[in-house]
């Protein structure tokens, strides 16, 4: 068979399936239309933006008494249980797409409203290698990416590294999280964060834990103003 009428085959296949088994809405589970992929466009917009995205790391309510590494912060959505199981179905029941429409929502954002011209690269948050093979994707990277095809600022998702396998942070405490991440994180070429201002990005910001570290081991790298992004604080 020649490899139009594979092609040719391949779209009826999906056609049929889309047929039988229309894609709904994993909100409201309306059907979707033809340009719309996982969440209609009507509960999109009703997912409520926080006022103000950016914040000073100093107004954030976590990491009490500890340093906090990074500058500010960026969030796009109020959290709710609706986003949430987004975020869920996105991580563990394997449909990386919804990380692309998280990620566009704040590409769109940050163009928008102007924020970051001045930002030099966008870092994601990296799996371990074993998580990564576990998952098959890293939601962050994709959000990282479809931010940066919108803004055009540079994704560098090779210069942080996960050094330690580390178990799910979900499953911790405050004093855990920070215990289960530290040292976790490694800077594998400290000439490309120097003197530049970073954005890292993750899913969700929790006890920002997570975020600190990272941002601890690309500011010891030189690196000069640093910036989580994520979906929503917790
Ligand atoms: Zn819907």
Same mark, same amino acid.
């Given at each position: 068979?020649?490899?139009? +009428?594979?092609?040719? %085959?391949?779209?009826?296949? $999906?056609?049929?399936?889309?047929?039988?088994?229309?894609? =709904?809405?994993?909100?409201?589970?309306?059907?979707?239309?033809?340009?719309?992929?996982?969440?209609?466009?009507?509960?999109?917009?009703?997912?409520?933006?926080?006022?103000?995205?950016?914040?000073? %790391?100093?107004?954030?309510?976590?990491?009490?008494?500890?340093?906090? $590494?990074?500058?500010?912060?960026?969030?796009?959505?109020? $959290?709710?249980? &609706?986003?949430?199981? +987004?975020?869920?179905?996105?991580? $563990?029941?394997?449909?990386?797409?919804? %990380? &692309?429409?998280?990620?566009?929502? #704040? @590409?769109?954002?940050?163009?928008?409203?102007?924020?970051?011209? /001045? =930002? /030099?690269?966008? #870092?994601?948050?990296? =799996?371990?290698?074993?998580?990564?093979?576990?998952?098959?994707?890293?939601?962050?990277?994709?959000?990282?990416?479809?931010?940066?095809?919108?803004?055009?600022?540079?994704?560098?998702?090779?210069?942080?590294?996960? #050094?330690?396998?580390?178990?799910?942070?979900?499953?911790? *405490?405050?004093?855990?999280?920070?215990?289960?991440?530290?040292? %976790?994180?490694?800077?594998?070429?400290?000439?490309?964060?120097?003197?530049? *201002?970073?954005? +890292?990005?993750? /899913?969700? =910001?929790?006890? @920002?834990? &997570?975020?600190?570290?990272?941002?601890?081991? +690309?500011?010891?790298?030189?690196?000069?103003? #640093? &910036?989580?992004?994520?979906?929503?604080?917790?």
């Amino acid at each position: 068979m020649g490899r139009r +009428l594979v092609r040719l %085959a391949h779209s009826f296949f $999906y056609a049929f399936i889309d047929f039988v088994y229309p894609p =709904l809405c994993l909100v409201c589970y309306c059907r979707l239309e033809d340009d719309e992929r996982f969440v209609c466009e009507r509960c999109w917009t009703s997912f409520p933006l926080v006022e103000q995205p950016l914040l000073l %790391a100093d107004q954030l309510d976590v990491l009490h008494n500890r340093k906090k $590494y990074f500058d500010h912060s960026l969030v796009i959505f109020h $959290y709710s249980e &609706t986003i949430q199981n +987004l975020i869920h179905l996105m991580k $563990y029941k394997s449909l990386p797409g919804i %990380a &692309t429409l998280f990620g566009r929502a #704040i @590409g769109h954002l940050v163009q928008e409203r102007k924020i970051f011209y /001045d =930002l /030099d690269m966008i #870092i994601p948050v990296p =799996l371990h290698s074993l998580r990564y093979r576990e998952r098959g994707f890293n939601q962050a990277t994709l959000i990282a990416r479809e931010i940066g095809r919108l803004t055009q600022i540079p994704v560098k998702d090779k210069v942080l590294k996960r #050094i330690r396998y580390t178990r799910q942070q979900a499953k911790f *405490n405050k004093e855990e999280r920070a215990e289960n991440v530290r040292n %976790a994180f490694r800077v594998t070429d400290a000439s490309i964060v120097k003197e530049k *201002n970073v954005a +890292l990005v993750d /899913d969700v =910001l929790t006890t @920002g834990s &997570t975020m600190n570290e990272c941002a601890k081991v +690309l500011r010891q790298c030189g690196a000069r103003q #640093i &910036t989580t992004i994520t979906i929503v604080r917790i």
